[in-house]
């Protein structure tokens, strides 16, 4: 049966078991050997190009990259006929696209012959969530991601895909999550990550207040205000945004041994301060480094691993 990774809320938990396990143990350097993965980019990243293809070479593969100028899903060709082309090509393609429902429809374009890989869509960025996970678990567990339960994290800000795949990826291994967002801004039920519909596991809690979210967190996390595709909005976002900065005073609010996250690009001045975010407690860089775990893991069980 082919293999997809485009939202955790698809995979049952043995099986965010083993891409944890496989992200970071030991691996054979021909698990790819021969093979091609498509990496489609509506929507350009320095991390997940970098991560992606490194991940690829690493397990021997070789990547090939496809910028939106070239591709242009739906403009120049249907994401139908993209699906079909590249399916007869490469067996994996790995994607960052606009419109999530853009994999269903390649599914059934290529009849399932083609696995695809979620590398950011409009409702989820599952491979960040698990590199999340796997810098959360360094800090704090050793590594032991089945040993996180109990840990409180804050998401500050605007309430992105990246707040929905890692709320999701922590409330399924016991972790609770708050995330403090203004009215517009904060998570919705629905969609195809939903972290309101996880059931058992840590708490989700929502609140309007930064303060109250990041009180006595071990994780604080946040993201950009004006994410691609926003940039109209820019100025509106910085104003209603504007109290769930995370700078010096909030961080001094969570435990003494808390951590900062962002997923990057960061805004410095904006959704964080450059204070906080190349201060000792920053671990913005650990996440970087696990974008590749991230990836191997992902690749790795796709090809039949456990």
Not at 54 to 74: N, P, Q
Not at 75 to 95: G, H
Not at 120 to 128: F, G, I, M, R, V
Not at 279 to 291: A, I, L, T
Request: hydrophobic share 40%.
């Amino acid at each position: 049966m082919t293999r997809h990774f485009t939202a955790i809320d698809q995979l049952s938990d043995a099986k965010m078991s083993s891409i944890y396990t496989l992200a970071t143990s030991p691996y054979d350097d021909e698990t790819l050997k021969g093979q091609g993965v498509a990496l489609i980019f509506e929507r350009p990243s320095l991390r997940t190009r970098a991560s992606s293809s490194s991940a690829v070479h690493e397990l021997g593969g070789y990547a090939t990259f496809f910028s939106d100028d070239e591709i242009a899903l739906d403009r120049r060709e249907s994401a139908e006929d993209v699906a079909r082309t590249i399916a007869e090509m490469y067996t994996i393609a790995a994607l960052r696209i606009r419109q999530h429902g853009v994999f269903a429809r390649m599914r059934e374009a290529t009849n399932e012959r083609l696995s695809l890989i979620n590398l950011l869509s409009d409702a989820a960025h599952p491979t960040q969530a698990v590199a999340d996970v796997l810098t959360i678990a360094d800090e704090f567990t050793g590594g032991d991601v089945t040993a996180l339960a109990g840990l409180e994290v804050a998401y500050v800000g605007d309430a992105t895909n990246v707040t929905r795949s890692l709320a999701v990826a922590l409330l399924r291994l016991g972790v609770n999550v708050t995330v403090g967002a203004p009215e517009g801004y904060q998570l919705t039920p629905g969609g195809a990550e939903d972290p309101l519909a996880v059931e058992g596991g840590g708490s989700l809690r929502l609140t309007d207040s930064a303060h109250d979210a990041v009180a006595s967190a071990d994780v604080v996390y946040t993201d950009a205000w004006v994410s691609m595709g926003f940039e109209d909005e820019a100025a509106r976002r910085r104003f209603d945004l504007t109290d769930f900065q995370v700078n010096g005073p909030l961080m001094g609010l969570a435990k003494d041994n808390a951590i900062l996250m962002h997923c990057l690009p960061a805004h410095r001045g904006d959704e964080v301060t450059t204070e906080v975010l190349d201060s000792e407690q920053s671990r913005v860089w650990r996440q970087v480094f696990h974008r590749r775990s991230a990836m191997i893991g992902v690749l790795r069980w796709i090809k039949g691993e456990s």
